[in-house]
């Protein structure tokens, strides 16, 4: 696989060969059904991304290529309209982003781009939302934390302000945060004490396998 294998740091657009009408390039994702997902890494590893020829009713797979990806790197993937489970790879390339299906491969536009720009929009406005609450809260306010079971081994971190109203705590994507298992609960709550949600977030993608091989 030496051949194949490139990196995706400081690769505006992702070249992977010779395009055609239905060639695409997926990654296989198992952690989430959503339109769009998001990774941060956290640490150096190896995406295995698959070259298929991609119809409405078959996809089929014609070779894997092994990208190495960057700590730090942030990649976020549309699904496919006709596979579940297929992944395509959008990249922001400092203007849009680029997607790796057979559309935007053959340089037409597709709905991916819009919903990955709809998607990191929406996230950073929650986090920007989110942030805008923590400044806001001045020293002499008394922040309480408490982890909820929100399902069979599923915790739901929680906070309020001042003895108000108990409010989740919500992910990228505005949904309430949800972790499995009451130490890694403990451990995220703590890491957001400590310092801030962002790297509570980021270690707990350390704890997940975060893409299907
Ligand atoms: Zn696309």
Not at 10 to 17: E, K, Q, W
Not at 53 to 79: L, P
Not at 136 to 158: C, H, K, N, W
Not at 162 to 189: C, K, Q, T, Y
Request: hydrophobic residues 35%; glycine residues 6%.
């Amino acid at each position: 696989m030496a051949n194949n294998r490139k990196s995706l740091k400081n690769v505006a657009r992702p070249y992977l060969g010779v395009s055609s009408a239905h060639k695409g390039y997926i990654v296989k994702i198992s952690w989430t059904s959503a339109p769009v997902a998001k990774i941060t890494a956290h640490k150096d590893f190896t995406l295995d991304v698959i070259e298929c020829e991609i119809k409405k009713d078959s996809i089929k797979e014609i070779k894997h290529i092994s990208y190495d990806v960057h700590a730090g790197d942030v990649i976020y993937f549309a699904q496919s309209d006709d596979h579940a489970g297929a992944y395509y790879i959008a990249r922001w390339n400092g203007h849009r982003f680029c997607c790796t299906c057979p559309s935007n491969i053959c340089r037409q536009a597709c709905h991916h781009q819009e919903d990955v720009a709809a998607y990191a929009l929406q996230s950073s406005n929650n986090r920007k939302h989110m942030e805008e609450e923590a400044v806001s809260a001045s020293s002499d306010t008394r922040m309480e934390y408490l982890i909820d079971q929100v399902g069979a081994g599923v915790f739901g971190p929680a906070y309020r302000v001042n003895g108000g109203d108990w409010r989740p705590f919500l992910d990228a994507s505005g949904n309430p945060v949800e972790i499995e298992g009451v130490s890694h609960a403990e451990m995220w709550l703590s890491i957001v004490e400590k310092s801030s949600q962002v790297e509570a977030d980021l270690w707990l993608e350390t704890q997940r396998t975060p893409v299907a091989a």
